[in-house]
């Protein structure tokens, strides 16, 4: 499925025209490109089908560039605009402040096409003496440059995802392959990963292998051989199919998805008792072999209960597992409600409707519409006449749907308060409060925030975006004994770039604080996230009690009067 690589190419363009100060052209790229990457069929369909120009801000113009893209793998368009600005602007906008602008005012000045050179020119104080730049700018370019770096290396999660998915769709339904299993970071369901590693079981190795390396979508094969291969797909993304014996796969299964230090601490406790572990099976002998086939096996032989692939990261799970004191993890089917999301009242792209409609259809019992207030730079808002009208057709669709529709906002902490009056928030069900910028002191503002409106949820506390922008610098400690004494929940936001509050922190506050997992949908699509957050839920050990949205809804009500 090429949806993220098309949606790439026409945010490229975008990137392009922007910095030739092109108008609206950029924005209408960009529709497209989101409205591509969110599709829930592969765009080579809706090409085949001939119904590319039915897709919303996919006109005549552009669905021919992704038509030519699709049969050529070429786009002689986007070639031509990078010949006059020959920069990596992927690479150079991940740099948190610099848009596609700000590159070309920097390429005109240093000729800087990329991270090394943007870093060297910094690190001279070239960037510094650019006009319009200055010393903290340069100061910020230093700062962030390092996470850019690590970003071209790994893929966020939110984004593999749909790749493996239609990877193991393939993998599954063919006859040469039994059984397919995800393993590594994304079974761990790490916030990003390097690649994708697959463990499978074959009766005929030797095809599946050609199977594997002859698929539609493979730009290159990394390496093949009978057990082992590595190929390179479209999306950039590396996988790497490792094929076992049954009699073994339940070992491997267990070794391949680590972590590194979790397999450690295994592997020195068959130690402690007498036996050996390995990819193969773990065993009191050379000959004997107490198990392997299935993973359940393994740990119940080491007198373990089973760890959960998220939990292990050596953060206590083992000693956990060996008192029976592993918790019962939230699945994303106890989730009941979704408690942030945008609509067309703001900067969502669908209605009310359509987002109550696609959350009930999803098996959701209610939803929370928090619209940005007008005030928010980042985001067309909603003002307070509008909040009043957006009630009313709440009421409305709440007679009409099956689903609970709550009225809520996300009100933005800024140096004085909140951007909302407080008896305004007074009409509503549930409040979020975020910080969308930095602000000077923003610990103190945010538990001021918490004693002096009536706020129900922090919201992407952190506001981190991964692989480009490092979170808040807070004092969490203070925070939390605010947000606990308030009764304020934590969110945890399964948008991807977001995955905030990072799993760390939701495992060493999860006794302090409750949480919710949203999923900050800006389109019906966007509601398909909610597992992402889930999953960061279970890596932070939470169970169903420590999650509030698991609730039904008097439960929920109840919680927050």
Same mark, same amino acid.
């Given at each position: 499925?090429?949806?993220?690589?098309?949606?790439?190419?026409?945010d490229e363009?975008a990137?392009?025209?922007e910095?030739?100060?092109?108008?609206?052209?950029?924005?209408a790229?960009?529709?497209?490109?989101?409205n591509?990457?969110n599709l829930s069929?592969?765009?080579e369909?809706?090409?085949e089908e001939?119904q590319?120009q039915? %897709?919303?801000g /996919?006109?005549e113009n552009?669905?021919? *560039?992704?038509i !030519?893209?699709l049969?050529?793998g @070429?786009?002689?368009? +986007?070639?031509?605009?990078?010949?006059?600005?020959?920069?990596d602007?992927?690479a %150079?906008?991940a /740099?948190?402040g610099?848009?596609?602008r *700000?590159v070309? !005012?920097?390429y005109e000045a240093? @000729?800087?096409?990329? +991270?090394d050179e943007?870093e060297?020119?910094?690190e001279?104080?070239?960037i510094?003496?650019?006009?319009g730049f200055g010393?903290?700018t340069?100061?910020n370019?230093?700062k962030h440059?390092?996470?850019?770096?690590?970003?071209?290396?790994?893929?966020l999660?939110?984004?593999?995802?749909?790749?493996a998915?239609?990877l193991?769709?393939g993998?599954e339904k063919s006859?040469?392959f039994?059984?397919?299993?995800f393993v590594g970071?994304?079974?761990?369901?790490?916030?990003?990963?390097?690649?994708?590693?697959?463990?499978a079981t074959s009766?005929?190795?030797g095809?599946?292998m050609e199977e594997f390396?002859g698929?539609?979508d493979?730009i290159?094969?990394?390496?093949?051989?009978?057990?082992k291969?590595?190929?390179l797909i479209?999306?950039d993304?590396q996988?790497?199919?490792?094929?076992?014996?049954?009699t073994?796969f339940?070992?491997?299964?267990?070794?391949?998805t680590g972590?590194k230090?979790h397999?450690?601490?295994?592997?020195?406790?068959?130690v402690?008792?007498g036996?050996k572990l390995?990819?193969?099976g773990?065993f009191d002998?050379?000959e004997n072999?107490?198990?392997?086939?299935?993973e359940n096996s393994v740990y119940?032989?080491?007198?373990?209960?089973f760890?959960?692939p998220?939990?292990?990261e050596r953060?206590g799970?083992?000693e956990?597992?060996?008192k029976g004191k592993?918790?019962?993890?939230?699945?994303k089917?106890d989730?009941k409600g979704?408690?942030?999301?945008?609509?067309?009242y703001?900067?969502?792209?669908?209605s009310m409707?359509?987002m109550a409609?696609k959350a009930?259809?999803?098996?959701?019992e209610y939803?929370?519409i928090?619209d940005?207030v007008?005030?928010?730079?980042?985001a067309?808002g909603?003002?307070e006449k509008?909040l009043i009208?957006?009630a009313?057709?709440?009421?409305?669709?709440n007679?009409?749907?099956?689903?609970?529709?709550?009225?809520?906002i996300?009100?933005?902490i800024?140096?004085?308060g909140l951007?909302?009056?407080?008896?305004?928030?007074?009409?509503?069900?549930i409040?979020?409060a975020?910080l969308?910028?930095?602000?000077n002191?923003?610990t103190e503002?945010?538990i001021?925030v918490?004693?002096?409106?009536p706020?129900d949820?922090?919201?992407h506390?952190l506001?981190?975006?991964?692989?480009?922008?490092?979170g808040?610098?807070i004092?969490l400690d203070?925070?939390?004994k605010v947000a606990?004494?308030?009764?304020?929940?934590?969110?945890?936001?399964s948008?991807?770039e977001?995955l905030?509050?990072p799993?760390r922190?939701i495992?060493e506050?999860r006794?302090?604080?409750?949480f919710?997992?949203?999923?900050d949908a800006?389109?019906?699509?966007?509601l398909?996230y909610?597992h992402l957050?889930?999953a960061q839920?279970?890596?932070?050990?939470?169970?169903k009690e420590?999650?509030?949205?698991?609730?039904?809804?008097?439960?929920?009500?109840?919680?927050?009067?």
């Amino acid at each position: 499925m090429k949806n993220k690589e098309v949606a790439d190419i026409l945010d490229e363009i975008a990137d392009y025209l922007e910095m030739q100060d092109v108008k609206w052209k950029p924005q209408a790229y960009r529709k497209a490109a989101r409205n591509v990457e969110n599709l829930s069929e592969s765009v080579e369909e809706l090409y085949e089908e001939e119904q590319l120009q039915d %897709l919303d801000g /996919v006109g005549e113009n552009i669905a021919e *560039k992704i038509i !030519e893209y699709l049969e050529t793998g @070429k786009l002689e368009y +986007l070639q031509e605009l990078k010949q006059d600005i020959p920069v990596d602007i992927e690479a %150079l906008t991940a /740099v948190e402040g610099l848009g596609p602008r *700000k590159v070309k !005012e920097i390429y005109e000045a240093r @000729k800087v096409t990329d +991270l090394d050179e943007l870093e060297e020119a910094a690190e001279s104080g070239e960037i510094a003496d650019i006009e319009g730049f200055g010393e903290k700018t340069e100061e910020n370019i230093l700062k962030h440059i390092e996470i850019a770096r690590r970003g071209q290396d790994r893929m966020l999660l939110g984004k593999a995802y749909p790749i493996a998915e239609e990877l193991r769709s393939g993998l599954e339904k063919s006859d040469n392959f039994d059984r397919v299993k995800f393993v590594g970071s994304f079974r761990r369901k790490r916030p990003t990963v390097g690649d994708i590693d697959v463990l499978a079981t074959s009766n005929n190795p030797g095809e599946a292998m050609e199977e594997f390396a002859g698929r539609e979508d493979v730009i290159e094969v990394l390496g093949s051989g009978q057990t082992k291969s590595s190929i390179l797909i479209s999306g950039d993304l590396q996988v790497d199919l490792r094929i076992v014996s049954e009699t073994s796969f339940g070992a491997a299964l267990q070794y391949f998805t680590g972590s590194k230090d979790h397999n450690v601490g295994l592997r020195t406790l068959a130690v402690e008792k007498g036996l050996k572990l390995n990819e193969y099976g773990l065993f009191d002998s050379e000959e004997n072999k107490l198990a392997g086939e299935t993973e359940n096996s393994v740990y119940s032989n080491l007198q373990l209960d089973f760890i959960e692939p998220e939990l292990r990261e050596r953060t206590g799970e083992i000693e956990a597992a060996a008192k029976g004191k592993i918790p019962d993890l939230v699945e994303k089917e106890d989730i009941k409600g979704d408690l942030q999301m945008h609509t067309d009242y703001s900067d969502g792209k669908a209605s009310m409707r359509e987002m109550a409609e696609k959350a009930e259809s999803s098996g959701l019992e209610y939803i929370l519409i928090t619209d940005h207030v007008k005030a928010l730079d980042i985001a067309d808002g909603i003002d307070e006449k509008a909040l009043i009208k957006q009630a009313e057709r709440i009421d409305e669709l709440n007679e009409e749907l099956e689903i609970e529709i709550l009225k809520g906002i996300e009100a933005n902490i800024t140096g004085e308060g909140l951007d909302i009056s407080r008896d305004k928030l007074k009409e509503l069900d549930i409040v979020l409060a975020s910080l969308h910028g930095r602000i000077n002191s923003p610990t103190e503002k945010i538990i001021k925030v918490f004693r002096d409106y009536p706020v129900d949820i922090f919201a992407h506390p952190l506001n981190r975006k991964i692989n480009s922008r490092k979170g808040l610098d807070i004092d969490l400690d203070k925070i939390i004994k605010v947000a606990a004494e308030e009764k304020v929940a934590l969110e945890i936001n399964s948008q991807p770039e977001r995955l905030d509050l990072p799993w760390r922190e939701i495992k060493e506050y999860r006794e302090d604080v409750k949480f919710v997992v949203s999923t900050d949908a800006h389109s019906a699509f966007e509601l398909s996230y909610m597992h992402l957050g889930v999953a960061q839920a279970r890596r932070g050990w939470c169970s169903k009690e420590e999650v509030l949205n698991t609730r039904p809804l008097e439960g929920l009500r109840s919680y927050f009067e």
